[in-house]
């Protein structure tokens, strides 16, 4: 079998060669859930409420070594160096606005509206997935890996998906490992395990690895970092910002500064009607997928023949 290749819609169930997941984990931030309206453009809505005339594209270029830069001051949403994640977010909201004094009431407004659905909205694709998941295959363990901190535990109560997760959520904030690190997959399937250990009855460890699927927005952290686990890594692209949708697969690799972008720079209703215009899958490897949006994947798992 040669690699990379590109697979139609139809051919897909019949043509890619995984073995069915027993474990599917997803990435949170564009992946389960993602901004209405940019994110610079809800802060700057929100700055008129305060007075505040901010423009978003000043925000926006801003944005990046602000993120960068507080990352390094206080890794890992300052757990380890004495302040709250929420004052880890109030930091950067006062940053980001500079040389504008955003007023306390401003920050809480702004913290509030992004713990639900004031500021985020879910894939119709992503909702279809997990009924299906649900229905269909209710024996298949769901869960979250992020990157990010205890907040997300409110958001996903807030917009109701924590429902399909039950307590498999994984964030880098509580474990201090983080995507694409192998030792995170590697501590996810074993406190699986250990909460499911007829997981174990029919197959070894090493063998369920290849039945553990994770999808998220990121190449190294969503694909690579899963593959080199062992598990199969899916690659959900939407707006073909990797490329590997174009003509003979030249893709182009990410900066450091493009996926800091992309935490920022999203459309929900844009980027999923730019999604649904590609309906091929490509395989990189035997175990590494890329996808537009997640009716192939839905595909894959109602035909139950892959």
């Known amino acids: 079998m040669r690699f990379p290749r590109k697979i139609p819609a139809d051919q897909v169930p019949s043509t890619v060669g995984l073995q069915l997941p027993k474990i599917i984990t997803f990435d949170a931030y564009n992946t389960l859930y993602s901004t209405t309206l940019p994110v610079m453009e809800q802060y700057c809505l929100a700055g008129k409420k305060y007075g505040i005339d901010a423009k978003p594209e000043e925000l926006t270029q801003r944005f990046p070594s602000v993120f960068k830069n507080l990352r390094i001051q206080h890794p890992n949403y300052g757990k380890n160096t004495g302040i709250t994640a929420n004052e880890w977010w109030t930091l950067l909201i006062q940053n980001v606005f500079k040389p504008h004094q955003v007023p306390p009431e401003m920050i809480e407004h702004i913290l509030t509206v992004f713990e639900g659905f004031g500021a985020y909205s879910i894939y119709p694709d992503l909702l279809d997935l997990l009924?299906?998941?649900?229905?269909?295959?209710?024996?298949?363990?769901?869960?979250?890996?992020?990157?990010?901190?205890?907040?997300?535990?409110?958001?996903?109560?807030?917009?109701g998906l924590n429902v399909y997760f039950d307590n498999n959520i994984y964030l880098s904030y509580d474990i201090d490992l983080s995507k694409p690190d192998v030792r995170l997959f590697d501590h996810v399937l074993k406190d699986i395990v250990k909460k499911r250990p007829n997981l174990l009855e029919a197959m070894t460890l090493q063998e369920l690895r290849g039945h553990c699927w994770h999808i998220g927005d990121e190449k190294m952290n969503d694909m690579i970092g899963p593959c080199n686990a062992g598990w199969v890594?899916?690659?959900?692209?939407?707006?073909?910002?990797?490329?590997?949708?174009?003509?003979?697969?030249?893709?182009?690799?990410?900066?450091?500064?493009?996926?800091?972008?992309?935490?920022?720079d999203n459309n929900y209703q844009v980027s999923y009607e730019t999604s649904l215009k590609n309906t091929d899958v490509v395989q990189l490897a035997e175990r590494q997928l890329v996808i537009s949006n997640l009716k192939p994947i839905k595909s894959l798992l109602d035909r139950g023949n892959i």
């Open 233 to 264: 890594g899916i690659l959900l692209d939407r707006a073909n910002k990797y490329h590997y949708f174009n003509e003979e697969f030249q893709h182009i690799e990410r900066s450091e500064h493009d996926l800091y972008q992309d935490k920022i």
């Open 131 to 159: 009924r299906s998941i649900r229905k269909k295959s209710p024996d298949t363990v769901l869960g979250v890996i992020s990157n990010t901190d205890p907040i997300m535990y409110k958001l996903l109560k807030n917009i």
